[in-house]
């Protein structure tokens, strides 16, 4: 079964940094788009970043040159790489894999982790 585990999350200050990883398995990587969504509490799941097969990336306004999302197709995984951290980036931050061909559509979640910005 298709799995998406990410890990990375924990406690930062304000202005720090923290990476994200997202390992996937039971799928064919390369051939999906990858994303980053976040849940802060009492607030919908947004969008983060999305970076397609093909490399395009496409980032919120409100992380754009803070953010980088990348992947490694040989290694099976994903990264968020988040610089400059605001307190109002504090939320759970979900690892997505998506594909759509025709009128299918593959579409799978991790679990999250947790990413707190706190002096």
């Known amino acids: 079964q298709v799995q998406l585990v990410e890990s990375g999350g924990g406690l930062v200050q304000p202005g720090g940094s923290l990476t994200l990883s997202c390992a996937a398995s039971?799928?064919?990587?390369?051939?999906?788009?990858m994303g980053w969504y976040r849940q802060a509490p009492g607030k919908q799941r947004e969008l983060v970043a999305t970076?397609?097969?093909?490399?395009?990336?496409n980032y919120a306004d409100s992380v754009k040159g803070r953010f980088i999302i990348s992947r490694d197709n040989a290694k099976n995984t994903a990264y968020l790489q988040m610089n400059s951290l605001k307190t109002e980036d504090t939320a759970v931050y979900y690892c997505?894999?998506?594909?759509?061909?025709?009128?299918?559509?593959?579409?799978?979640w991790g679990q999250g982790t947790q990413v707190t910005v706190s002096s």
């Open positions: 039971g799928l064919i990587f390369s051939i999906y788009t």
């Open positions: 970076i397609t097969r093909t490399g395009s990336e």
């Open positions: 997505s894999a998506d594909r759509s061909l025709y009128n299918t559509r593959w579409d799978y």
